[in-house]
């Protein structure tokens, strides 16, 4: 009977600590255990922080949370390629912090709508729109649009990602003329992409791009200033 009564207690107890310490799967890893902010403690410790990068040849500012690496980049993978949508909730959450500007409308980086039918969503999209619901600026989704289909830019060398990305992008006029933009994008890694569409936004009038991103790689002064 003791050992009844034990059993039982203890299943009570593991149940109010459920209840108070949620076990639920990890953003990063996808094990079940104990989050601090969608984060197991072991992937927590991976996560180096970014901050905000002012000094960019053709965007306004280039902000990021946290260096490409460890959790933050298995979390890029688990969104866009396994298709893991409840982590841009996470990342919108960690990237509100460096919204650059609260007089801007949010743009997501579009994807061709070739791929958009293969992986069934836009990251960039779910990211914008977790932004926005959790207290940041309007989602402009229609301000840039994918004109055609690219080659994966990891591919490529330098001159291959621009050339790659070159005419890819065209923006709406009439929507992104005069306003404050903020690119919304996962990661940034030579920052190809994002100068192909800050440079659209500028020419159809746009006063200020940013970029946010979630994650950011690594890169000297020199080699940003050469890959743009």
Do not use: W
Not at 29 to 51: A, F, I, Q, S, Y
């Amino acid at each position: 009977m003791n050992a009844l009564v034990l059993r039982h207690a203890g299943l009570a107890a593991q149940a109010v600590l459920d209840v108070l310490f949620p076990r639920v799967e990890c953003c990063s890893c996808g094990e079940e255990r104990l989050l601090d902010n969608g984060l197991c403690g072991v992937c927590k410790e991976t996560m180096v922080p970014h901050g905000a990068r002012e000094n960019h040849a053709l965007l306004t500012g280039l902000f990021a949370a946290y260096r490409y690496g460890g959790a933050a980049r298995e979390m890029v993978h688990r969104l866009k390629f396994d298709g893991q949508r409840d982590v841009a909730r996470f990342m919108a959450d960690a990237m509100l912090p460096f919204m650059p500007a609260s007089d801007a409308f949010l743009v997501p980086v579009p994807i061709h709508s070739s791929r958009r039918r293969e992986r069934g969503f836009n990251q960039s999209d779910d990211i914008a729109r977790h932004i926005f619901l959790q207290g940041g600026p309007p989602v402009l989704r229609d301000g840039l649009i994918r004109t055609r289909a690219t080659r994966p830019q990891t591919e490529l060398s330098g001159d291959e990602r621009r050339a790659n990305m070159r005419h890819a992008f065209v923006a709406n006029k009439r929507r992104v003329n005069g306003r404050h933009l903020v690119l919304i994008d996962d990661v940034y890694t030579t920052g190809t992409t994002l100068s192909a569409c800050a440079q659209e936004l500028f020419s159809a009038g746009a006063l200020r791009v940013y970029a946010l991103t979630f994650a950011k790689t690594a890169f000297d002064d020199e080699e940003m200033t050469r890959n743009g």
